[in-house]
């Protein structure tokens, strides 16, 4: 079993649409957990941390269920800007950290 | 601005050559990493440096190696062992400070020719 898995999508939104998806991850221990997102043959760029709380920032909501072990994003309000690759990414130990394989999403005029 | 640099953009290896990727950064962060990024996966971890002088084993360092001489440097060199390198290299750093948030440089493309 991959320690983070993501449902590759693409998915396709139209402008203004609201889109979520999740990850599961494997490793019960596992204390941080990140949002990254990733421009087609760019970086990956932190987009936010995930709290046991949950968490907003603008129109982007993650949630944490430590029971079941997933991490959900929910983007509002969709914009062109958003067509990306959502890394879901989460720490193993204190310097180490599991990547998905990314989940696209592509948002058309 | 602070940040991570890595250099070349682009990199061609011929069979059987070493080639080292440079990584920088001036984020006076302790902690670096490499990995590799193929199409349809997820980053896997070659190598990490928590302190200047001392590294470990990521996942699949096989075939690479590694220094860290100097707080901001952390030079990544492909050996000829390494039979699959074409792949997208990126380099990140982090500071106990920010958790286990690390930041990534624009990475490095390597072809085999």
């Known amino acids: 079993r991959k320690e983070v898995e993501q449902d590759p999508g693409p998915f396709n939104v139209p402008e203004g649409a609201t889109v979520a998806f999740n990850c599961t991850y494997s490793n019960s221990a596992s204390q941080s957990f990140f949002w990254y997102r990733q421009d087609c043959r760019k970086e990956p760029k932190l987009l936010m941390s995930?709290?046991?709380s949950g968490n907003e920032d603008g129109r982007f909501t993650a949630q944490l269920n430590r029971a079941s072990q997933y991490i959900s994003l929910l983007i509002r309000d969709s914009k062109l800007s958003d067509s990306a690759t959502y890394l879901c990414?989460?720490?193993?130990?204190?310097?180490?950290?599991?990547f998905g394989a990314g989940t696209t999403v592509t948002v058309r005029a | 601005d602070g940040g991570i640099t890595q250099s070349p953009k682009y990199l061609f290896r011929k069979e059987g050559q070493n080639v080292t990727l440079s990584c920088e950064q001036n984020?006076?962060?302790?902690?670096m990493y490499w990995y590799r990024q193929d199409p349809g996966q997820g980053l896997r971890l070659i190598y990490y440096?928590?302190?200047?002088?001392?590294?470990q084993k990521g996942d699949i360092a096989e075939g690479y190696s590694v220094s860290r001489e100097k707080k901001e440097s952390f030079p990544l060199t492909v050996t000829s062992a390494q039979k699959n390198p074409t792949a997208f290299y990126l380099c990140?750093?982090?500071?106990?400070?920010?958790?286990?948030?690390?930041?990534f440089g624009p990475g490095t493309r390597l072809l085999v020719l």
């Open positions: 984020l006076n962060h302790d902690a």
């Open positions: 990140a750093s982090s500071s106990p400070g920010q958790g286990e948030t690390q930041y």
């Open positions: 995930v709290y046991s």
């Open positions: 990414v989460v720490n193993k130990n204190d310097y180490k950290l599991s």
């Open positions: 440096s928590q302190i200047v002088n001392d590294f």
